[in-house]
């Protein structure tokens, strides 16, 4: 909307998009664990600690996890949004069997789109009411 002058005196001029590259955000700190194995306790145990007990929540920005922005510029609404997402989880894991099709083996790949990791929309997900 209007030019702005960093303090290193680079300026952006007024109508430009700013994005930065999020693809580093794929790379999990070491401390997590392995990154491609299955672990559905990882982040329980990482607040065993009294110190973490409220880090390392879904919702909770940090420098390693900023899926919902960080600092200021945290998205307001994600308490809500997590929520939304876990009732959506439990009610389909709860009342469905969920395969992919015989054909796919393994994890099917991500597809990336400008800064955006996608899921393959070509994989066919089964689903079969319990």
């Avoid at 009294?50 to 390392?56: I, Y």
């Avoid at 939304?84 to 015989?102: G, N, V």
Wanted: hydrophobic share 40%; aromatic share 14%.
């Amino acid at each position: 909307m209007i030019p702005i002058k960093l303090s290193n005196g680079f300026q952006i001029p007024a109508g430009t998009v700013v994005q930065c590259n999020t693809n580093i955000l794929e790379e999990t700190p070491s401390s997590w664990g392995d990154a491609h194995a299955f672990d559905g306790f990882r982040f329980h145990r990482m607040r065993e600690a009294p110190e973490d007990a409220n880090k390392f929540q879904f919702a909770s920005p940090s420098y390693d996890s900023m899926q919902f922005g960080f600092g200021n510029d945290a998205c307001p609404g994600r308490f809500f949004a997590s929520n939304q997402i876990k009732i959506i989880l439990s009610y389909i894991l709860s009342r469905y069997d969920i395969r992919f099709e015989d054909s796919v083996k393994g994890r099917p790949r991500n597809l990336m789109f400008e800064v955006n990791v996608l899921a393959d929309p070509t994989v066919k997900v089964l689903f079969k009411k319990l």
